[in-house]
Nanobody, 123 residues
Framework: QVQLVESGGVLVQAGGSLRLSCVASGRTFSSYFMCWFRQAPGKEREFVAA????????YYADSVKARFTISRDNAKNTVYLQMNSLKPEEAAVYYC????????????????WGQGTQVTVSS
């Protein structure tokens, strides 16, 4: 069983920066695409960013390009999300997940999820 544990979510002012971390259990972390999704109250879970096993392929939602950076450290079983210039509408619970197959951009493509970390952005 894989466990994913996110951390780093806090209250930040609009325009501020934040780095989220997600630590995975097990010895196969480096074999999987990993991603970040987010979900605001009353909204669907939406794709934020994904990264390939060695970091050579990275995908972002259009809304976060040039502001967010996904990265990973396979030696630490950790994937990161650096978020800059945060906007109030980006307040949400941020989840990391491990890719299982299908589309990178939809939650159905992922079979393991963390519990999420709350990001609050004040205006």
């Amino acid at each position: 069983q894989v466990q994913l544990v996110e951390s780093g979510g806090v209250l930040v002012q609009a325009g501020g920066s934040l780095r989220l971390s997600c630590v995975a259990s097990g010895r196969t972390f480096s074999s999987y695409f990993m991603c970040w999704f987010r979900q605001a109250p009353g909204k669907e879970r939406e794709f934020v960013a994904a990264i390939s096993q060695n970091g050579g392929r990275i995908y972002y939602a259009d809304s976060v390009k040039a502001r967010f950076t996904i990265s990973r450290d396979n030696a630490k079983n950790t994937v990161y999300l650096q978020m800059n210039s945060l906007k109030p509408e980006e307040a949400a619970v941020y989840y990391c997940a491990r890719f299982a197959g299908g589309s990178y951009y939809t939650p159905s493509g992922y079979n393991y999820w963390g519990q999420g970390t709350q990001v609050t952005v004040s205006s």
